[in-house]
């Protein structure tokens, strides 16, 4: 387990050092709104990881046998110019299947979207249909008709308490006032 984690690390770094080698032109890359700027060397890895039926790390290990050919030779030979002819037509295919998975994902994503948007609104309405059937609620008129007596009937009974009050005070000052006189 531990040697196959290992091989896939080494493999990995020696794309990412042939994706860095390879001058990625985004003029010739499929921009899709604001990703476009964002298809550099590590997208191209994400896509190569997750390629199976496009080949897409054997091209790249092509285009490192190809460019190490080409800087071996001996310059301005028919080799060479072979060799820099087969490199361009590799770098085309190559950008041409990324353009290719890319729009093919952007399609993808496009189906599934409205899917799950689809599924997230279901799923929020139900749960706000399944709350409100198992809320009790009385009538609005009920309750506000409720609320207000309720503040009515506390302002009252507060305007009461003190209305006795004064009515004690009055009292006994009535009583004291008496005692005074009478004694």
């Known amino acids: 387990m531990k040697e196959k984690l290992v091989k896939q690390k080494e493999e990995l770094s020696q794309i990412r050092t042939i994706l860095q080698s390879l001058d990625i032109d985004n003029d010739e890359r499929f921009q899709w709104g604001s ?20 080949y897409l790390k054997e091209d790249l290990y092509y285009i490192n ?19 820099e002819a087969e490199l361009s037509r590799m770098k085309k295919m190559y950008n041409y299947k990324i353009n290719y998975l890319t729009i093919m994902s952007h399609l993808k994503d496009m189906e599934d979207k409205p899917k799950i948007e689809l599924a997230k609104l279901e799923k929020r309405y139900s749960d706000q249909i399944r709350q409100l059937e198992y809320e009790r609620s009385r009538p609005i008129h009920f ?41």
């Open 143 to 183: 309750r506000q008709r409720t609320h207000e007596g309720y503040k009515r009937k506390i302002i009252r009974k507060s305007e009461r308490s003190y209305d006795q009050k004064i009515k004690k005070t009055k009292k006994t000052s009535k009583m004291r006032k008496k005692k005074q006189l009478s004694g």
């Open 65 to 83: 046998r190809i460019r190490q050919n080409y800087i071996s030779s001996a310059p301005d030979t028919e080799e060479q110019k072979i060799l």
């Open 35 to 54: 990703e476009g700027s964002l298809q550099d060397y590590e997208y191209d890895l994400k896509v190569v990881k997750k390629d199976v039926s496009f």
